[in-house]
């Protein structure tokens, strides 16, 4: 896990379970994506709620999540802007 701490302290990251973030003080925890089924029974990466595209879809919900990560870390700049005021 990747952590990116700002001049004000504040620490941002790509949240998953590797650490326990909550020794670091209270929590703000903010999706930037959905992964969902499709009616067709695959998978989409939905950004939306940040103003972003679409992924998919994927045969596996693995491949969705995949994508997802990817997704985020190539566009983490801007996503950080949206998710970390």
Known sequence: ???VISVHGDVHCLYD???DLSA???L?????SHVEPTAAGQWT?????IGGPVLG??????DALTAEVRWIEDH???IAVWLCP
């Not at 703000?28 to 930037?32: E, V």
């Open 24 to 26: 670091l003080g209270r």
């Open 1 to 3: 896990m990747e952590l």
């Open 28 to 32: 703000t925890i903010r999706r930037a």
């Open 57 to 62: 879809p994927f045969r596996l919900r693995s």
């Open 76 to 78: 983490w700049p801007s």
């Open 17 to 19: 379970e590797s650490l």
């Open 45 to 49: 990466a939905d950004f939306s709620p």
